[in-house]
């Protein structure tokens, strides 16, 4: 790994100041597990690695779960293991602790944080390969290796700016589906416009996530969340689906349905939640939305093609979860 500096952040703004300071030869750990294994295998161009990495465990009270008037209110230190376990999260959100608990393994989980997930950077092999051997168009080079070559991961629904890379994270789609909003030091965002299929998030220079706050869901609601991996642990999605729809039983009056790992963003499905709405649920109105979140869907080449009957499957899964 290259040598970097190590800063420990006192507050949010402590934090905020040291990104604008260090601009680009900056980057933020939380819990680490994503970020140490992106800098140990030098994917980057030498020039584009940190010279300063500003920890964000060092700022107190940051890993918060709570309820307020508002609903639910995380800190972005919280960690996945206690998001998957907290007795809050788990009475009005369910679906959101079940994809913190289909996060990779305990230990994992234990360290990972809510906001170094929403921001973990994509997982292609081509951009991950050690010492910046493939050089696409998102480590610093151009043109992107996986269309002509292995694209079995990679987007159904597109690439961004040439980019076929899945975002990866899996609380990103659920969150969307809870309509949650995801605050900075900067800003505060609608989740489903927070993630860009390029760079992970919209955030600009100087800004980090510091909470994520979630919506009491519609009364008589249902939520449910559906993850396939190639291994049924410690293995990042295939494909995922996050739904909530309204009422739970009866005749359905508004729906979200949010697909995950298959495009460069989580993808909220208008055609699903059209899909829906007016009908009861049953096994054919489950695979009626099931088809219409992946109708626009196209696979780059044989290989990526089974993500678009997985991620008709979640759909369904989760919607008769
Ligand atoms: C074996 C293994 C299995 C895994 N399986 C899964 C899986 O199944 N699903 C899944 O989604 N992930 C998985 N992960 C990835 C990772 O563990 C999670 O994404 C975790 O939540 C990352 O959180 P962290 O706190 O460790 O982030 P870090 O590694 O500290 O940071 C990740 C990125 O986010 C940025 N960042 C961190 N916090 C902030 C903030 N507050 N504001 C702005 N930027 C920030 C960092 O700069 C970095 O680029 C796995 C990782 C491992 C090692
Ligand atoms: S999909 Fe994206 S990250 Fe992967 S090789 Fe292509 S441009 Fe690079």
């Not at 507050?11 to 819990?31: F, N, R, V, W």
């Not at 608990?101 to 809510?114: D, E, K, L, N, S």
């Amino acid at each position: 790994m290259k040598t970097f500096t190590h800063i420990n952040a006192t507050t949010i703004a402590d934090a905020g100041a040291k990104l604008t300071q260090y601009g680009s030869s900056a980057m933020l750990i939380a819990g680490g597990t994503d970020l140490i294994s992106f800098l140990k295998t030098r994917c980057l161009p030498d020039a584009q690695l940190p010279k300063y990495v500003i920890n964000l465990k060092t700022i107190p009270n940051l890993d918060y779960i709570k309820e307020d008037t508002g609903g639910l209110k995380l800190g972005a230190m919280a960690t996945l293991d206690k998001i998957a376990f907290s007795p809050v999260v788990l009475a009005k959100w369910p679906a959101l602790a079940a994809a913190a608990r289909g996060i990779a393994m305990w230990q994992v989980r234990c360290v990972g944080t809510i906001g170094g997930n929403l921001c973990a950077k994509k997982r292609c092999w081509y951009y991950r390969s050690t010492w910046n051997k493939f050089q696409c168009v998102l480590n610093g080079g151009t043109g992107c290796p996986a269309v002509a070559g292995n694209h079995r991961y990679e987007s159904v629904f597109g690439a961004t700016n040439g980019c076929y890379a899945v975002n990866p994270n899996d609380m990103a789609p659920v969150l969307v589906a809870l309509s949650a909003k995801i605050v900075t030091n900067k800003s505060t965002y609608d989740a489903e416009k927070f993630f860009d299929g390029f760079k992970v998030t919209v955030m600009g220079a100087g800004e980090l996530v510091t909470e994520i706050q979630v919506p009491v869901p519609p009364a008589g609601s249902k939520q449910g969340w559906y993850k396939a991996a190639e291994r049924q642990a410690i293995d990042f999605a295939s494909a995922s689906a996050a739904i909530l729809v309204t009422p739970a039983t009866g005749t359905i009056t508004a729906a979200r349905v949010v697909l995950g790992a298959v495009g460069t963003t989580p993808i909220l499905s208008a055609a699903a939640a059209t899909a829906l709405v007016g009908k009861t649920m049953s096994e054919a109105t489950a695979e009626a939305a099931g088809t219409a979140a992946v109708a626009a869907a196209k696979e780059i080449g044989p290989s990526n093609k089974y993500k678009i009957q997985m991620a008709k499957g979640c759909v369904k899964k989760a919607l008769l979860s």
